[in-house]
């Protein structure tokens, strides 16, 4: 059907569309891309809970709390997280530590996000003028308090782009833990090219999947940073003259 | 019956660096007083003020409010340093306004002044909401409540500013230049807030350039150079006959074509 002026038959062999719209609904491969989407989010949490704890840590004035932070964030951003992937499954069982795939995955994609996850919120932190932090203090905020209230809310709003893209990154490096054995989109693609042969279908299919993945999110990402903003958007509708009245009142603020 | 005491420092030092900013600096503030410094820039007056509530901590000296000491909790026979929590407590009973107003920029008027009492007093919703509304009210602006800090004027900002400290109900008010980064226009405004807080008997410790305003309001005022308050005394005295040297170059400079 696509082979015209080819030889006859030759188009199949260049490209068999049935095969592709064959496998492109292929449960199997749609729960491969299932795994890959959990792995992602698995790792994302535990990458926010890590990146969380340094960057706080990294901005205290007590060395001995910025320095295990510093060295962290050092070595998981100067190692290659395939390097990383390969020494948590396959090198710790020397030690006696034996993880599984699926554990070894998340730990390792997990903690290698943290590291850039670091970097990004501490910037966000950075960026919130320091007046917000000590008007919190003078009404008798804690640091926690001011930090959750005050501070945090307005970085979101700064870190959303960089943390975005680092989601979307993640979904496609999750592929690497096809080489640990984890079942997830790509090592099924693998699988699957093993017995069918058809390499060029089935691999055009799973960078569909990926891309499918990674649009929705792109998605997902301009709602998050729209509603982020709408502190900041309603600056600009004024100047437009919009009554006040009109203004959504967010009640999630206080 | 002796006058009661807000505020007592005594013998406050602090350092920036190799920077001695206040080389020992006392102060005493009772009920319903107005206090305002002045003095020329770098001379200690904010930092100063910033000690009272330790934003910036003092390395030496006491500070006291309303008879807490700021940072300490007895303890026993002695006294040990307090906790995060415990310093943030005893914030809640110093209102404090910057000269960069400091809104909280995610809220609304509205929410950056329920936010103090809902936070950290723990007052129902309901209840903060209704204060909130009254203290726009009393700084004039009940239609901007829903109004981000964006949207508002400096003058706006500010007294949204003054509405939030006041919503803790402090015993105390500082004034850290609360009109130097507004327009001229926009100046009135605020110091009218001011003088309405003053005549309620608000007990205030005001760090301005606003002779005129001092004059008007101000209980006392204060002279600071160098980290040291070097003359003080009723605003007639200091700024009709000022007896330092020092005080009225300050004053002829500040005031123009004396």
Known sequence: MCGAGLPKGFGLVIWDWSAFFHYIHSPYLLTGAAVSLGLSIGAMAIGLVLGCGAAMMRMSERPWVRGPASVYVWLWRGTPVLVQLIIIYTGLPQLGIKLGVLASALIGLGVNEGAYLAEIIRSGILAVPKGQFEAARAIGMTWGKTMRIIVMPQAFRIIIPPMGNAFNGLMKTSSLASVISMEELLRRTELLVQVQFKVLEIFMVAAIYYLVLTTIWGFIQARLEAYASRSVAQDRTTRAAVPVAAIAVPTDAT | MPPEIVVEARGVHKHFGQTHVLKGVDLTVEKGEVVVIIGPSGGGKSTFLRTLNFLDRPESGEVRIAGMTMGQAPAGSGRITLSDAGLSRQRQQIG??????????????????????????????????????????????????????????????????????????????????PTSSLDPEMVAEVLQVMLDLSERGMTMVIVTHEVQFARRAADRILFMEDGRIIEEGRPADIMDSPRNERTKQFLNMVMGEL
């Open chain 2, 96 to 177: 404090m306004v910057f000269q960069q107003f400091n809104l909280f920029s995610h809220m609304t008027a509205l929410q950056n002044v329920m936010c103090g009492p809902v936070h950290v007093l723990r007052t129902p919703q309901a209840e903060a909401m209704a204060d909130a509304k009254r203290l726009l009210a009393l700084v004039g602006l009940a239609d901007k409540e829903n109004s981000y800090p964006g949207q508002l004027s400096g003058g706006q900002q500010q007294r949204v500013a003054i509405a939030r400290a006041l919503a803790m109900h402090p015993t105390l008010m500082l004034f850290d230049e």
